[in-house]
DNA sequence: AAAGATATGTAAAACGTTTTACTAAAATTT
DNA sequence: AAATTTTAGTAAAACGTTTTACATATCTTT
């Protein structure tokens, strides 16, 4: 019923006589030394009263700024880009910033309407999960300087851009090196096929943790298509069935973990006595798995925190256009029981 | 480098030397019988070649829409509404509008302050789960008119209101069901303590299969704030302990289940041998368990599709602003390992 | 041929801000 | 007391649309 009319600078500037330009300069702090403190009081006073908003249409049309960040995730329904973004959420919006979701599929063709569509929206900051082979168009697209561009759990090395990641290296190594420790000899790698950093930096971690322990790696690379796919377990049997004294697996993500785990479950495999396993990032999943599974787990509200502080500071861009935010967060061993292979020698 | 310009419809206006009302016109498809068809043509090819993309913010200034569906769920990150929200997202998107995701968890004061927020922003339409103790405050937005209102996973049965619902009630008649027909002879609920449709909904269905099978129901409604924690797997654990005959249980959500089979764990308990276990809501975490959990699912992508579909009917509002949407979905009993008492008889 | 109807188009206001360039008065300096 | 600076404030343009009200030319009817 009641139809709230919306009160703007203009209804202020007639109720109070005072000018408009008056009123802006003090919505936006810019009164000082210009405006009286009466002034300055008076509306500030009014302006909490009759609780005006300023319209952001309107404030968008002018300054050219939307006051909006994007988030294209990998998969956004994915239970730790949601997590992410349900923490950026909370500190951009306390910034006056909003957040928009949206997930890549790991398409390009996807990426790249995306990217076009919020371009013409005017967002002002994009942070991207990017699919694979996507790096000239993000380079274009940070080179185009009309947004900022913030990469998350993926960066380039040839390209200097802002990032948050984990530190793949150590998290897969100290994985791998946990798998040893608990008595392994034999720790295979199963990862994804992809020329995403964090992959690659995973698969040197592994190798790097075992070059002195094993003979050689053994490593099994799937294609995204075929994470979660029965192709993807059939390959991962062949696998186990080629190298039969494999006695630990390492899983370089919760995708290829939970695929992988089904696998082991149609083998009938006992876990840890048969094979010990650790996967990348944590889910309640896991915890619950019999046996729990181990898991190097990611700092979720760490890296939302410095994703969306780092996309903030440089949005208020006081280091110039070509400041950059790169961060790279160390990952945490959660040990359960999926790994205690020695507690039973 | 490229910053690349902006064409606005003064620059076609100049360029082609055609009134801006008239490139209006066509853009908007209100041309006909106005505009001759040679000059359509001419700038609409114009509008082709030159990429041209209405300002969103000028459009919102002069028409007060923005295009724009919020979708305030109770967590954002939960598998179950992410997934929703990322069916729903592809549908607006298509049709021309954006969404914004928010969570509640489950808290009126940060529900009324997000839909003050968002109404501030000048959003088109809601789609939300609302907290608790809420149906006052949807009642007053829906009254203002403001904003189209859709209602999910919950309704209110004495307002006349917009929304898209599972069956509970057959969903938790044909669970518990399940568990008679399986053998169970002592089916337990557990549930929420709340006063959510779907929670009453889903204890009637329950009640009403066990009514001729065993002598009283018995059920264990949990506050939301105990859903996850210790204290409501100790809750569950009296449960057990008080009626030492249960022999069957019907988790009323997916959050219940996960701690409840902690619980389970804890106590060594045989599923199903001992105790037979469905819950609401399928994840791959009750595929992978051991044994594997029996659910009944929600079709996520019907209730998204109903959703957005709704809304955008609403939006366009050709019954007046009084029409309502309300769709009531069936679940789906998926049958895994933990209701499969039968076999061992 | 005058009157009316139709076809084709446009001028200009409005949406609500921000910001540049200005004014007028008061205070300070010379 | 004149010149200068500071203080306190404002007018008006601009952002890019949509839409109302109007204008002109052409066609049709009488």
Redesign the pocket.
């Known amino acids: 019923m009641k139809k709230k009319q ?8 007639t109720e109070l ?9 003090i ?2 702090k ?2 000082k ?8 009081k008076k509306v500030e006073d009014y302006i909490k009263k009759v609780g ?4 952001t ?3 968008t ?4 700024k939307t006051k909006t960040i994007v988030f294209m995730a990998e998969d956004i329904s994915d239970p730790f880009f949601s997590a992410v973004a349900k923490e950026m959420e909370e500190i951009a919006y306390k910034n006056g910033y909003k957040m928009i979701y949206c997930s890549t599929e790991n398409d390009k063709e996807r990426a790249s309407e995306l990217i076009s569509l919020f371009q013409d929206r005017q967002v002002d900051a994009f942070i991207i999960t990017p699919p694979e082979n996507f790096q000239q168009e993000i380079q274009e697209l940070i080179a185009q300087k009309n947004e900022v561009v913030m990469l998350f759990d993926r960066r380039y090395t040839t390209t200097d851009h802002s990032y948050v990641i984990l530190n793949n290296f150590n998290g897969a190594k100290t994985a791998a090196e946990k798998l040893i420790a608990s008595g392994c000899l034999n720790v295979a790698y199963v990862g994804l096929a992809s020329d995403f950093s964090c992959m690659s930096e995973r698969l040197e971690g592994y190798k790097d943790a075992i070059k002195n322990h094993q003979s050689q790696p053994i490593s099994l690379l799937l294609p995204f298509k075929d994470v979660k796919s029965k192709a993807g377990r059939t390959q991962f049997k062949n696998l186990l069935d080629q190298h039969k004294n494999i006695d630990g697996i390492l899983f370089a993500t919760n995708g290829l973990a939970i695929n992988g785990l089904k696998g082991l479950k149609e083998l009938n495999k006992k876990i840890p006595d048969e094979l010990a396993v650790i996967t990348f990032d944590d889910r309640d999943l896991f915890e619950l798995h019999s046996p729990s599974i181990s898991v190097l787990s990611q700092p979720v509200p760490a890296l939302a925190t410095e994703l969306i502080k780092g996309t903030l500071q440089l949005l208020k861009g006081k280091n110039g256009p070509n400041e950059t935010f790169q961060k790279i967060l160390p990952g945490k061993l959660i040990t359960r029981d999926s790994c205690n292979l020695g507690v039973y020698d």
């Open positions: 919306r009160v703007s600078i203009k209804d202020i500037s006589g005072i000018s408009i330009t008056t009123i802006s300069f919505i936006n810019k009164a030394n210009r405006i009286s403190d009466e002034v300055i005006y908003k300023p319209n249409s309107a404030q049309l002018r300054t050219g």
